[in-house]
């Protein structure tokens, strides 16, 4: 196994790119989108010219061809900056262009992977149902034959984009009566198609630039050329995808980490109380050290995974069993321990700032509220240890 890495000088100029594009673009948004509630239409309209919206999906299908480490670079530096524009371009490439590159025909690739790595369509992932969410194989959303093609009827909620998405890869079962093991499919739905509509919007503690929908699905006839991968196999597709997405979170949390731990920094180093900077109290340089020890531990572990999955490829039949394994459990390793301490150092850079951090508006009070859902979504932390322990119990440490 690899572990040395470094980037080359085309990602350096990509990071670099990118964070001058969301200095100059993002940050002067983001106080009223989050105040307001709202989802950031011109900011997402220009990254999707920037071509953020197709950063590893390869240039063939519209994308920029950066693969996941470039990926997680976009992640990284969004992270730094705001957690609603990571979760945005999130949902539509981790989780709406990974199935379609990974599983899609070449017709598909060209319909709906094409334009929506071009940016010109936004993607999103439906899974999670009011009576499905850990236990994901057990979709209730029914798919029915009809002919050649399908009559899709259910409920989904908290879908990520789902108010605004062009198409949603949608998981529904073709026979519950299987479960996963061959009963549920992966389907392309397209915002226009009869039967569809967006149901209740969430009001959410943070993330406030991203809706996060009910769809209703009423009868909605699908043609055989929806079905994105093979009928009964829809949850190994959602399960691949959720590694692409488990990583990427990862990248995102590393990001918010160092954004954290730089304010604190500044913070300490200019707050004065009895007399002198608090960065020169040992309990504070302490507490800053620990920051920057889980930083270089998280960015060690995303960019060893992110380099993984790019040497594996983007063709899941060429994957050995061992390396599915070794994938999924860094994946889910990744976004555990990732969220887990962009929790804990977000809450020690808010403590660090007194009541400062407290008030509404600063950065460090809003990512403190963005960042709690990085340990509920794409898969509780309870599910990535039980998915890391089933690992060791099969495969051993
Ligand atoms: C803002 C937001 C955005 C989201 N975006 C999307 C999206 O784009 N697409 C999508 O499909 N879904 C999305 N989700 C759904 C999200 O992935 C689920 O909420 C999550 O997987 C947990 O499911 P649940 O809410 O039903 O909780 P439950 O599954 O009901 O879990 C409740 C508690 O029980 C624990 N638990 C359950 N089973 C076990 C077990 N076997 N062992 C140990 N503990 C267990 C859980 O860890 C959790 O602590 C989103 C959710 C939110 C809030």
Redo the contacts with the bound molecule.
């Keep these: 196994m690899p572990i040395d890495f470094s980037f080359t000088p085309d990602q350096e100029a990509f990071r670099q790119a990118v964070r001058t594009f969301l200095e100059r673009e993002v940050v002067p948004v983001l106080g009223r989108m989050d105040e307001e509630e709202e989802f950031p239409a011109e900011t997402v309209r220009r990254m999707q010219e920037e071509g953020y919206f197709g950063v590893p999906v390869p240039e063939e299908y519209g994308g920029l061809g950066l693969g996941k480490v470039g990926y997680a670079l976009l992640l990284e530096e969004l992270g730094r900056v705001d957690a609603s524009h990571g979760t945005i371009v999130g949902?539509h490439t981790s989780?709406g262009t990974t199935p379609l590159l990974y599983y899609g025909t070449e017709e598909q690739k060209r319909r709906w992977l094409l334009p929506a790595a071009q940016g010109k369509k936004l993607l999103?992932?439906?899974?999670?149902e009011p009576g499905s969410?850990?236990?994901?194989g057990a979709v209730r959303t029914r798919a029915e034959r009809e002919g050649d093609g399908w009559v899709v009827t259910g409920n989904?909620i908290?879908?990520?984009?789902?108010k605004e998405a062009d198409t949603i890869v949608l998981i529904a079962a073709n026979d519950p009566a299987l479960g996963p093991k061959g009963g549920v499919t992966a389907f392309l739905l397209d915002r226009g198609d009869p039967g569809f509509s967006v149901g209740r919007c969430?009001k959410?503690m943070g993330?406030h630039g991203?809706s996060?929908a009910e769809l209703v699905l009423d009868h909605v006839r699908l043609g055989p050329e929806r079905v994105l991968g093979e009928v009964g196999r829809g949850f190994v597709v959602a399960m691949t995808t959720l590694d692409v997405g488990r990583v990427s979170l990862g990248a995102a949390s590393l990001g918010a980490m160092e954004a954290a731990l730089s304010e604190a920094l500044t913070f300490t180093s200019q707050r004065t109380q009895f007399g002198r900077p608090i960065s020169e109290l040992e309990v504070v340089q302490f507490r800053l050290a620990d920051m920057a020890m889980k930083i270089q531990a998280l960015r060690y572990l995303v960019y060893h995974a992110a380099a993984h999955q790019d040497r594996m490829g983007t063709d899941p039949a060429s994957w050995s069993r061992t390396e599915r394994a070794e994938k999924t459990r860094e994946a889910s390793t990744v976004k555990c321990l990732g969220s887990e301490w962009a929790s804990e150092v977000i809450d020690q850079a808010l403590q660090l700032h007194g009541g400062l951090g407290y008030i509404r508006g600063t950065p460090i009070e809003r990512a403190y509220r963005d960042a709690r859902?990085s340990e509920?979504?794409?898969?509780?932390?309870?599910?990535q240890r039980?998915v890391v322990a089933r690992d060791l119990l099969t495969r051993g440490a």
């Excluded at 999103?124 to 999670?128: C, D, V």
């Excluded at 969410?133 to 994901?136: L, N, T, Y």
């Excluded at 908290?158 to 789902?162: E, F, P, R, T, W």
């Design positions: 949902a989780l999103a992932f439906s899974l999670t969410g850990s236990d994901s989904k908290y879908v990520s984009n789902g969430e959410k993330l991203t996060t859902i509920i979504f794409e898969g509780t932390n309870e599910i039980l």
